[in-house]
């Protein structure tokens, strides 16, 4: 459940915005990368979204039903255009984004009346993201569709400050969200952001270059990062969401779930792309 739109990548990399002359159109945001990630992984799943009635809601669509997505509660915007995010690519670990979503973007007016609630209330696991809580109603649907939800509840904080009009607003909205959550996911900045006080029980915090530590109950382990020549670093925690939600669901530990996210992540971080990049099961698995 969140944002979805497309990504416009630079052709001519390590290169400012205003030089670059030619992009690359792709699917982004953090429900279309998860999904496309879960379903290469072999997982059934759906994208709770919303895009415009325009040509790019159309190519989001049709590439995320080729990825055999389920797109029945990806609705469309009567009003709002798909929004588009620019990206320079500065490696290793300079990427930045400007977004076109203001005033608003489709996936902001997510609303109840997009979706089957008791069919997303019983799916074995939810995504939500701190990024739907930034404006109404995707506010209030996101906090309701993870209060409802009776499986696992997976949320990432997703703390973007420029995608707010208010940023001081993101604390306890976050914390609503994290009550709710039966794993929460998020970088240290994002969570000295949330001003969470007491640890989530299960929290997978990522601290970049020196890994991931998971803290699960009362167990903290600390999981190195898998190494490959970074090209683009958006998109890689969305592989490592994917990857962490499928092992749930084949039963694995979570901690086994962080350890193939940490992979998965770092597979899409030696691409361009975000979406299309997603690793398959097998070149997961077959990553050495």
Not at 148 to 165: K, M, N, S, Y
């Amino acid at each position: 459940m969140g944002r979805v739109g497309v990504d416009l990548y630079p052709n001519e990399l390590e290169t400012p915005l205003r030089a670059v002359r030619t992009f690359t159109r792709y699917v982004g945001g953090f429900a279309g990368n998860v999904v496309t990630g879960l379903a290469r992984l072999g997982v059934r799943t759906a994208i709770v979204s919303r895009v415009g009635d325009e040509g790019h809601g159309e190519f989001v669509r049709d590439f995320l039903e080729r990825e055999r997505v389920d797109t029945r509660f990806l609705a469309v915007d009567p009003y709002w255009q798909t929004p588009p995010t620019f990206c320079e690519v500065w490696p290793p670990d300079r990427f930045p984004l400007t977004f076109y979503r203001k005033p608003t973007a489709p996936d902001w007016q997510l609303s109840p009346d997009d979706f089957d609630a008791e069919e997303v209330a019983s799916a074995p696991v939810l995504y939500a993201t701190g990024t739907g809580l930034a404006q109404s109603p995707s506010r209030e649907t996101t906090l309701g569709a993870l209060r409802a939800h009776r499986g696992t509840t997976i949320f990432d904080l997703d703390w973007r400050p420029q995608l707010w009009e208010d940023p001081s607003e993101y604390p306890a909205l976050a914390r609503s969200a994290v009550a709710a959550a039966d794993v929460v996911v998020g970088n240290e900045g994002e969570v000295a952001a949330a001003q969470l006080g007491e640890r989530p029980r299960r929290l997978i915090l990522k601290r970049g270059p020196r890994g991931t530590t998971l803290y699960d109950g009362d167990e903290e382990v600390d999981v190195p990062v898998y190494p490959v020549r970074v090209v683009n670093g958006l998109g890689a925690g969305d592989a490592f969401a994917a990857a962490i939600g499928h092992a749930l669901l084949r039963g694995m530990s979570l901690l086994e779930g962080v350890r193939r996210g940490s992979v998965a992540g770092a597979l899409v971080a030696a691409q361009l792309a975000c979406a299309e990049a997603m690793p398959t099961l097998d070149e997961l698995e077959g990553a050495p």
